[in-house]
């Protein structure tokens, strides 16, 4: 089974501090994306990597930073935390290519204060 | 720009019942169609995949359709039962833009024993 594993299932944050979500996949896939949900907006891409050290912007990148030192870890950075990032964060992966299927963690729901 | 929208936003229905969630996309430029599944507060669990030369695809009570070129797909679900209470999510993967996920905004379905 393909296993996608964010590092925490909840956190707490204050305005201003620096934040990291981790994410680790298990099946050597290629594209490892970052979403958030909200209420009322859905999933919109904030980041996505196709191989280590790349990266590409998605539709909502302000405020936020990735690294992908690892082909196996994606890390989402939010460099000064603030109420409005306040969400549902996912990560998901796949195989390079569109013709796969992509695989979701557990999610990451950040409340910052 | 892809928009992806899922029609109804809610349903409820009685258990036991054959029902019909809908998925419709502007662009059908994509390389395959995602339906996902998610219970409240966690991620998004893989249901099928259909790649956009495929009509169908089935697993289990589930089956869902898709014809690309009108820009739709539908999901299936035969037998309901307490247990597919869940938020249903479809996404296309487009062939332009870094081959990224565009998701709907889902259908609440309850189903009432």
């Known amino acids: 089974d393909v296993k996608v594993t964010q590092s925490s299932r909840y956190l707490v944050k204050r305005t201003g501090e620096k934040v990291f979500l981790e994410c680790v996949q298990d099946?050597?896939?290629?594209?490892m994306f970052w979403y958030r949900q909200d209420p009322g907006l859905g999933l919109r891409l904030i980041y996505f990597s196709y191989d280590v050290k790349m990266k590409e912007k998605g539709d909502i990148p302000e405020g936020y930073s990735v690294s992908r030192e690892k082909k196996e870890r994606f890390s989402l950075i939010l460099e000064s935390a603030s109420t409005n990032q306040t969400s549902m964060y996912l990560c998901a992966s796949s195989l390079w290519g569109g013709y796969t299927e992509a695989f979701f963690g557990q999610g990451t729901r950040l409340t910052v204060v | 720009k892809q928009e992806v929208t899922q029609i109804p936003a809610a349903l409820s229905v009685p258990e036991g019942e054959n029902l019909v969630l809908n998925c419709s996309f502007t662009d059908s430029a994509i390389y395959n169609l995602q339906w996902f599944r998610q219970d409240p507060g966690k991620g998004l669990t893989s249901l099928l995949l259909i790649q956009s030369s495929q009509r169908e695809q089935t697993s289990g009570r589930l089956n869902a359709s898709l014809d690309k070129s009108s820009g739709r797909s539908t999901l299936y679900i035969a037998a309901s039962q307490p247990g597919d209470s869940a938020t249903y999510l479809c996404a296309v993967r487009q062939l332009q833009g870094a081959q990224k996920l565009v998701f709907g905004q889902g259908t609440r379905l309850t189903i009432n024993p």
């Open positions: 099946m050597d896939h290629e594209n």
